[in-house]
């Protein structure tokens, strides 16, 4: 039997893949800041950005496979923390937790495989688009600027010392599962609730935003398939496909039946921090060499989405 280690289990994509890989008959041990899931180590807590108790940890385990998603993130609606503070929290867990798993793998469990979530935000506003692998980091924000700091640690790992250190750059995902202050959910939430005649409007930043959008489950898919491999690689994981937010919009209330123009507004001072532009993904270098394809398109996220807010409500 398999064993991974998923650090960030109990987000949105730790869910999916604890899931996937229970399925596959791994045996999973799920990691947050400090807390392990139930395991058979009788291990309760580990302090991640401690070295030496990411390095006992692993040498007690000795996983096969370790998916590194925790990570530092706000939306633009979020409300925002002070830059200083902001950074020091991003770069502890998004930099410094990652380089204590590569510096364990190094010394204790050099069989071990590491996945690292990484962004789309690490190429900032890109004057090109589609992106592909071979195209520049640019980051602007701190989000994007230790995302970036990663995977190049990942980078250093796998060429100084030949950790197998596989990278993925997640374009937006989305699913049940994703937080209510995310524009998606929002959205989702908000036609749902006034199909049910709970509210009267959803107020929006912007309705002109174009968004690679894709589905949670299948990009875990892709993370997993990316530990497969006998080498080690950078891949875009990606829907393929662009879509504004007035897409969305309008996808999720014809699908209630509803007219959108009569309930949506827009005001802009919603928006606390830039909104990136022509962030879009060529996903080809990952369906070239594992065979992985999105499972799920456009329209099937949507009806996913509103059909699991209505069981809520006691309906599909």
């Known amino acids: 039997m398999k064993k991974a280690v998923i ?22 041990t799920g990691v947050s ?102 195209s520049p980091f640019r980051p602007d924000c701190i989000y994007g600027i230790t995302k970036t700091a990663g995977i190049n640690a990942c980078h250093f790992y796998r060429e100084r010392y030949a950790v197998f250190a596989g990278v993925g750059i997640f374009y937006n995902h989305e699913s049940p599962l994703r937080s209510s202050n995310y524009v998606s959910s929002k959205i989702v939430q908000a036609a749902v609730a006034i199909k049910k005649g709970l509210t009267s409007e959803l107020i929006l930043g912007n309705l002109e935003s174009k968004i690679d959008w894709g589905y949670a489950p299948d990009y875990m898919y892709a993370a997993y398939s990316i530990l497969q491999l006998s080498s080690a690689d950078d891949f875009i ?32 001072l919603l928006i606390s921090k830039r909104q990136k532009q022509n962030l879009f993904g060529n996903n080809q270098k990952i369906r070239n060499t594992t065979g992985w394809t999105p499972g799920v398109d456009f329209k099937g996220l949507i009806k996913i989405l509103v059909n699991e807010e209505l069981k809520k409500y006691g309906s599909e």
């Open 7 to 28: 650090v960030g289990h109990t987000g949105q994509d730790g869910t999916y893949l604890s899931a996937l890989l229970r399925e596959k008959k791994y045996e999973v």
């Open 33 to 134: 800041r400090k807390q392990v899931s139930e395991n058979k180590y009788e291990i309760k807590s580990i302090d991640i950005l401690q070295e030496l108790a990411v390095e006992n940890f692993l040498k007690k385990i000795q996983p096969d496979e370790i998916y590194f998603l925790a990570a530092v993130h706000q939306s633009s609606e979020d409300a925002q923390l002070a830059t200083g503070d902001l950074f020091r929290k991003s770069l502890d867990l998004n930099l410094l937790a990652l380089i204590n798993f590569l510096e364990g793998i190094r010394k204790y469990s050099p069989h071990c495989k590491l996945f690292y979530a990484g962004s789309s935000h690490v190429f900032g506003n890109p004057e090109k688009s589609p992106q592909d692998e071979s």
């Open 237 to 268: 994981i990606s829907s393929g496909a662009l879509h504004s937010i007035a897409d969305f919009v309008g996808e999720v209330f014809a699908y209630l039946e509803l007219d959108w123009t009569n309930f949506v507004k827009v005001n802009p």
